[in-house]
């Protein structure tokens, strides 16, 4: 099966930097990508990582590790409207077609 | 058009109901997808259908009859529903099923079964 580990919680200020962790334990993986979704909202797509290394966008950046099964979501110079949860979510395929498997959520809460 | 368009927003229906959830995207996706999501957990995949082809059934129950009737229209019947089934519906659509790094979202709907 699929599993995907990351932080229930986490509290952060305002103009903090926050790393976010995701461990995957999947068959058949080629990526990882994160989402954002705020209470009572949709999940909007934030980066992606097909490859090791680091990927930004903007105050976001994401990072993937395939040898250590381990990504993580940074969020730079953080603003209240970032208070949200965000989901780690694993793309493998099989033979039938590719899908997405997220993990449990973290609840980000930013403070001023 | 980068939006996916789901209706009704909210649906209130009794074990008896049948209803239909519908999901429409005009972004030339080739696969579609229904998520279901309780409140405080992720969204858990359902149905995959990949150029109107039902490809990916998650063990679903029967009472879950998903529909693609052409690559813009998804639909989800609905018939004989438990109250354990009240979540948040959300269909999303990516490229193709192959490439579904990048989910578009529609914003769900609310469904309460009595």
């Known amino acids: 099966g699929q599993s995907l580990e990351q932080p229930s919680e986490v509290t952060a200020v305002e103009g903090a930097i926050v790393q976010i962790n995701c461990t995957y334990q999947?068959?058949?993986?080629?990526?990882l990508s994160w989402y954002q979704q705020h209470d009572g909202g949709a999940p909007t797509f934030l980066s992606y990582n097909a490859l090791d290394g680091l990927e930004e966008t903007g105050r976001f950046s994401s990072f993937l590790s395939r040898s250590d099964s381990y990504g993580y979501l940074l969020l730079q110079e953080l603003q209240m409207k970032d208070s949200a949860s965000y989901f780690c979510?694993?793309?493998?395929?099989?033979?039938?077609?590719?899908?997405?498997?997220f993990g449990d959520g973290t609840t980000l809460t930013v403070k001023p | 058009d980068t939006e996916v368009t789901q209706t009704p927003k909210h649906l209130v229906m009794g074990m008896t109901n049948k209803k239909s959830l519908k999901c429409e995207q005009h972004m030339g996706h080739r696969a579609m997808y229904w998520y279901k999501q309780k409140a405080k957990k992720p969204p858990e995949l359902m149905f995959v259908?990949?150029?109107?082809?039902?490809?990916i059934n998650e063990s679903v129950p029967s009472r879950f009859s998903p529909e693609c009737p052409n690559s813009s229209l998804l639909n989800l019947h609905l018939h004989a529903l438990q109250p354990e089934d009240s979540a948040l519906y959300l269909c999303?659509?990516?490229?193709?099923?192959?490439?579904?790094?990048?989910?578009?979202f529609g914003s769900g709907t609310q469904l309460s079964v009595l």
């Open positions: 999947t068959s058949g993986f080629y990526g």
């Open positions: 259908y990949s150029y109107e082809k039902l490809s």
């Open positions: 979510a694993a793309q493998t395929i099989n033979t039938n077609a590719g899908k997405s498997t």
């Open positions: 999303a659509s990516s490229q193709s099923s192959s490439t579904n790094e990048k989910l578009f």
